[in-house]
């Protein structure tokens, strides 16, 4: 992937694919879709609690930091202005049904019309928004949405990288790039325009966008 950055030149750099590694753990039960829906509709889990199923397990998503809010709200009004909304709708924090896992994206691009019922199967693009969370958006969920999405976003708060997953096949993404805080990213699966990334941190950190005051 190709990213123009502040001096206007364009770089691309690999991600390291050991963060992929997944280690297998069998004495864990792992619930179905069906055992997860039965826990949560008996309350066998906490209604106020933040939880999402990941290959079967549950996960405790923990509370958002005021950093993830804000990027989450910029992403939201970027592609509010930017999506073909005939065609696409998105989804925050909703989640999406896949096969052993239901996780709740940050944000999901989902085809229109979507499903008559239940949660999305599918979708365009998922973006992770990754402050504390970001091993796990990083090393189990890449293998999670590479049969059902074509791209894959972490946006990583705390080292101000967006890590780019594209070219699924089967359990894993074959394109995995970084773009640092200053370089601009433009979606493949879905048009999005051009998003600037020094932007969307300064948004989440409160601090001033590149040429303010000037």
Known sequence: MSHPGRSGRITTRPYNRAVSAI????????????????????????????????????????????EHEKAVDWLVDWVFAHLDRDRYWHRAGAPLTLAGSEPEPDLAIVQRPGPPASHPTEAALVVEVALSSHDRDLRLKPAVYAPYVPEYWVIDLQRRLVVVHRNPHGSTYRSVTVASDGEAITARSVELGTIPTEALFAAAFDEPAAGAGR
């Open 23 to 66: 280690i297998e753990i069998p004495e864990l039960h792992r619930y179905t879709i069906a055992e997860y829906h039965r826990l949560l509709d008996s309350d066998g889990i906490d209604q106020d609690a933040r939880v999402e199923l990941i290959d079967g397990l549950v996960f405790d998503m923990g509370t958002r930091s005021p």
